[in-house]
């Protein structure tokens, strides 16, 4: 059999490639030789995938629960993957920036159009059931999710509203001690920290905090600021930016207070959440008004933060 120019130019490629590396290219070609074809399932560890269901209950709607819950850390570890290119990018472009706010919107537009798994695909009457085998174990306890808030914007705006402004100059050890989301996971009775939270920062404060040190010129609010001190054109990123804020902030947080309203609302009094989170105040965006990027709203927009949206979900129930 002939050699073609084709794979001739490309030995000669890869004899370069090996050379330059002090490796000998024939025991690479001898490897290849005696390689397996590549499949689909080995390629995505398929069956390992499918094995990490393992239900607590008899019940069958807490397999659809584990899933759902697994494919949300799979889309915020794509998102993280954006979030480290971002903050590690050598000679960041607007163009570039814009870019992957872009990918980082469509994950979260991805896990918002389906969250109908969570809020009508399972039965009421099942979830109440299981979901008491699972405390205080809570998807308040994402860890990931977390460190997407923390590149996404300065740390002060994850700092409960009340305490911004007096917390500003503080280090981010301080303003941690005072982030919004602690107070969705206090006992209502007592105001004390839940278990849920106690293990929460048990795994995670350090990391957070480390997090937070790491990216203080390189969160996305802080690359925003400059660009736009430097003068470039940041129109189209803004308008990334900002539908970031609303899908993080509010289409996903309210995703949760609908689903909570269906399976954790009775009359007369609520149900406590899986892990005692406080949702009714921890969920809707008017009360927690986490906005990353304050200067691209209006002072109307701003002042009226979410409510339109939860209003819309509240009619929708």
């Known amino acids: 059999m ?7 130019k490309r030995l000669t490629l890869l004899q370069e490639k090996y050379d330059a590396m002090g490796q000998d290219m024939i025991s690479y070609l001898d490897g290849l030789l005696h390689a397996d074809f590549l499949t689909y399932w ?4 398929l069956d390992t995938l499918l094995s990490l269901q393992s239900p607590k209950t008899p019940f069958p709607d807490e397999e659809i629960f584990i899933m759902y819950h697994q494919i949300t850390e799979l889309y915020f570890k794509l998102a993280l993957h954006e979030c480290n290119q971002i903050a590690n990018a050598e000679n960041l472009t607007a163009a570039f920036f814009t870019a992957r706010i ?3 919107n469509r994950y979260f537009e991805a896990l918002t159009h389906s969250f109908e798994i969570m809020v009508d695909g399972m039965e009421k009457e099942q979830f109440l059931q299981f979901r008491m085998s699972l405390l205080p174990a809570s998807g308040f306890q994402s860890g990931q999710y977390r460190m997407i808030e923390i590149h996404a914007t300065d740390f002060i705006n994850l700092v409960i509203a009340d305490q911004r402004e007096a917390l500003g100059s503080q280090p981010i050890e301080s303003q941690f001690e005072q982030i919004y989301w602690k107070y969705g996971a206090t006992e209502l009775s007592t105001g004390k920290k839940t278990l849920t939270l106690n293990q929460f920062e048990k795994k995670y404060a350090k990391t957070f905090i480390e997090l937070g040190k790491s990216v203080v010129n390189t969160n996305f609010n802080a690359l925003l600021q400059q660009f736009q001190y ?13 539908q970031l804020d609303v899908n993080v902030n509010v ?5 949760h207070y609908k689903s909570a309203v269906r399976y954790l609302n009775r009359d007369p009094e609520d149900i406590k959440a899986t892990g005692g989170t406080n949702w009714q105040k921890y969920l809707p ?5 986490r906005i990353f990027y304050p200067s691209l709203w209006s002072a109307e927009q701003l002042e009226n933060w979410g409510k339109a949206w939860v209003e819309k979900v509240i009619s929708e129930l």
């Open 285 to 289: 965006p008017r009360f927690q008004r």
């Open 2 to 8: 002939s050699i073609s120019p084709e794979i001739e």
């Open 102 to 104: 872009g990918r980082i």
């Open 42 to 45: 080995d390629y995505i560890h």
């Open 230 to 242: 430097k003068g470039e054109s940041t129109k189209a990123l803004e308008d990334e930016l900002r």
């Open 251 to 255: 289409n996903w947080p309210l995703c």
